[in-house]
């Protein structure tokens, strides 16, 4: 099975596309959708825009999203969830079912710690996808987030919810 994880966010988007077979997982691509400066409504466009190509150009089965934290920063929340809808919307529209993962799910199915940084999330996916080598940590977090799912092989997890088109 082909897995779009996405990590979402309103600079910058991580995307990351694993392959599946039982329980080998194979790395297929990576990378970031910018959505730069301005007009909120424009950047949403933009990222909407670049992940319908990425969905397009990699053709996935399943993806797969983490959910949104909600932090001290109550206008960064809001942006944050309005990024994460664009993406929603995109993988509905290309009728994908969606597992949603909180973050430390994600972490702890990946790295075995529910409270891991960036950079043992990023030396796990180099670890367990050899010859990955992410776009950035955005990218990375993307990957886990398919692997998560991989690992979960649709099964619901307390924090997982499937969207249907």
């Known amino acids: 099975m082909r897995i779009l994880g996405i990590d979402p966010g309103l600079r910058t988007l991580g ?8 329980s080998r997982l194979a790395h297929v691509a990576n990378g970031l959708c910018k959505s730069g400066t301005g007009d909120l409504a424009a950047r949403l466009l933009t990222l909407h825009e670049q992940l319908t190509e990425v969905i397009a150009r990699h053709a996935p089965e399943a993806a ?10 109550g206008a960064g929340t809001l942006k ?17 079912e969606v597992g ?7 972490k702890k199915t990946i790295v075995g710690a529910g409270h891991a940084d960036k950079a043992q999330i990023l030396y796990m996916v180099r670890l367990q996808l050899p010859g990955c080598e992410p776009a950035g940590p955005d990218a990375a977090d993307a990957l886990a987030i398919a692997m998560c799912h991989a690992h979960f092989g649709g099964r619901a997890a307390p ?3 499937e969207v249907r088109a």
């Open 15 to 22: 995307w990351g596309v694993i392959e599946s077979q039982g």
């Open 64 to 73: 797969a999203i983490e959910q949104t934290f909600v932090n001290k920063d």
């Open 80 to 96: 944050l969830g309005q990024a994460r809808g664009v993406a929603l919307l995109a993988l509905a529209q290309a009728g994908l």
């Open 100 to 106: 949603e993962y909180a973050p430390n799910r994600v």
């Open 159 to 161: 924090e997982l919810r």
